[in-house]
């Protein structure tokens, strides 16, 4: 092969070289920037998501003022306040609770049932407590689906009222282990027992026993 011949296989080696390298580098780019498209959708449908949500949480809190403000009409008396008062609930929990994330949200609910106490009512349903607070079933509901520290809305009421049941047992020597129970929101002796057992290892009784001797000595774990 001459010298020109050469030359030009060179030449031609070299731009096609040139061209793979350069076909690499934009499928790269490619993948690169359809990765980032994706991104961009997705977080763009979450966001639209989360603004419908908070629209329909608007509009059902909505409704149930307006059903109040109709059933007011026909109310006198007493049942006339209680009902204002309950609007006057629900109009402020329409700001406070639309844009809320849940972190500040179970926060606020935290408040609400330490001043209400409304988990000593064994019979309390998600449903009842999203009315009694004026908050959206739904809302209630996400939650506590989606905050790891409780399995379930039911697991969130029976850590109150352990809680709760624990201060009884040291404060009010006098209360049988059933009347704690009780008073804590517990429906029977046997879910008593076995919540304080799960979460502190020991039984209502044996909670006694140990705080009367050493008070600090018993600490809540960890809902499993």
């Known amino acids: 092969m001459t010298g020109p011949q050469l030359l030009i296989v060179s030449i031609i080696v070299a731009l096609v070289t040139a061209f793979i390298i350069t076909m690499i580098v934009i499928n790269r780019h490619a993948k690169k920037m359809f990765s980032i498209n994706s991104r961009l959708v997705e977080n763009h449908n979450t966001l639209l998501d989360q603004n419908k949500q ?6 059902e809190l909505r409704s149930q003022i307006s059903e109040l403000e109709e059933e007011l009409k026909l109310q006198t008396g007493d049942k006339v306040t209680q009902l204002r008062e309950q609007t006057r609930q629900y109009r402020e929990n329409i700001e406070l609770t639309t844009d809320i994330s849940d972190e500040d949200l179970i926060i ?3 408040q609400k049932m330490e001043e209400t106490r409304l988990y ?5 349903t998600l449903k009842t407590l ?6 959206t079933q739904r809302r209630l509901s996400a939650l506590f689906k989606n905050n790891p520290k409780y399995a379930s809305f039911g697991d969130y009421l029976n850590e109150k009222r352990v ?4 201060r009884l047992l040291h404060e009010k020597p006098n209360y049988t282990i059933e009347a704690v129970g009780k008073e ?7 879910t008593f027992q076995m919540e304080m057992k799960r979460r502190l290892g020991i039984t209502p009784l044996q909670y006694r026993q140990k705080v009367e ?5 018993v600490s809540l774990r960890k809902s499993q």
């Open 130 to 135: 999203a009315n009694s607070l004026g908050l």
């Open 213 to 217: 001797s050493a008070p600090d000595a």
């Open 108 to 110: 606020w609910l935290d």
């Open 120 to 124: 000593t009512d064994p019979e309390l």
């Open 163 to 166: 809680l709760l049941a624990c």
């Open 184 to 190: 804590a929101g517990f429906g029977s002796r046997r």
């Open 54 to 59: 908070h629209e329909d949480d608007e509009k």
